[in-house]
T-cell receptor, first 113, second 113 residues
Framework: GNSVTQMEGPVTLSEEAFLTINCTYTATGYPSLFWYVQYPGEGLQLLLKATKADDKGSNKGFEATYRKETTSFHLEKGSVQVSDSAVYFCALINPDTGNQFYFGTGTSLTVIP | GAVVSQHPSRVICKSGTSVKIECRSLDFQATTMFWYRQFPKQSLMLMATSNEGSKATYEQGVEKDKFLINHASLTLSTLTVTSAHPEDSSFYIC?????????FGQGTRLTVV
């Protein structure tokens, strides 16, 4: 079946620190992988995505590379800001099994000045 | 701005009462909407897929008589939690599929006391 395992939080970092949030997945075939972000009081927003192996998604300084050999899609940012404080969800869609998302548990990030 | 509006964002209700959650796509027509539920420290899990004008398709283990889904128009789907109990307390989030991607509501935190 399909599943996403995501690093548990909460994560607290100082401003300008390096961020990694680990995400690994289980799926048959060739899923598309996503990172969604949820700011306080708002809905999930697409942060970045990758649709095939070795693709790198990037947005707002965040990056994640689709690694088929390690079934991973770790989220990274070189220098976090206070405004990055949010909950981050790793997710996949598997065309072989329909259009639903499979989500990780979410990782809460707090960045302190 | 938000393209999917979910209302209410928080609701507290008494055991035995029913609660309705609305999900509206604001500037596009969504033939398909999804309802997810998240228990504390767990993944968002798909509850049901809602297609406009037809009955919702429920995932295994989700009681269709308890979680009533209505998708009466291309811009509105509702989830009604009937005869709510404390174990129904959870975070519910809807997703509406546009032509190229999915958009999420901000979620509803339901607390049943």
């Amino acid at each position: 079946g399909n599943s996403v395992t995501q690093m548990e939080g909460p994560v607290t970092l100082s401003e300008e620190a390096f961020l990694t949030i680990n995400c690994t997945y289980t799926a048959t075939g060739y899923p598309s992988l996503f990172w969604y972000v949820q700011y306080p009081g708002e809905g999930l927003q697409l942060l970045l995505k990758a649709t095939k192996a070795d693709d790198k998604g990037s947005n707002k300084g965040f990056e994640a590379t689709y690694r088929k050999e390690t079934t991973s899609f770790h989220l990274e940012k070189g220098s976090v800001q206070v405004s990055d404080s949010a909950v981050y969800f790793c997710a996949l869609i598997n065309p072989d099994t329909g259009n639903q998302f499979y989500f990780g548990t979410g990782t809460s990030l707090t960045v302190i000045p | 701005g938000a393209v999917v509006s979910q209302h209410p964002s928080r609701v507290i209700c008494k055991s035995g009462t029913s609660v309705k959650i609305e999900c509206r796509s604001l500037d596009f027509q969504a033939t398909t909407m999804f309802w997810y539920r998240q228990f504390p420290k767990q993944s968002l899990m798909l509850m049901a897929t809602s297609n406009e004008g037809s009955k919702a398709t429920y995932e295994q283990g989700v009681e269709k008589d308890k979680f009533l889904i209505n998708h009466a128009s291309l811009t509105l789907s509702t989830l009604t939690v009937t005869s709510a109990h404390p174990e129904d307390s959870s975070f519910y989030i809807c997703s509406a599929r546009g032509k190229r991607r999915a958009f999420f509501g901000q979620g509803t935190r339901l607390t049943v006391v």
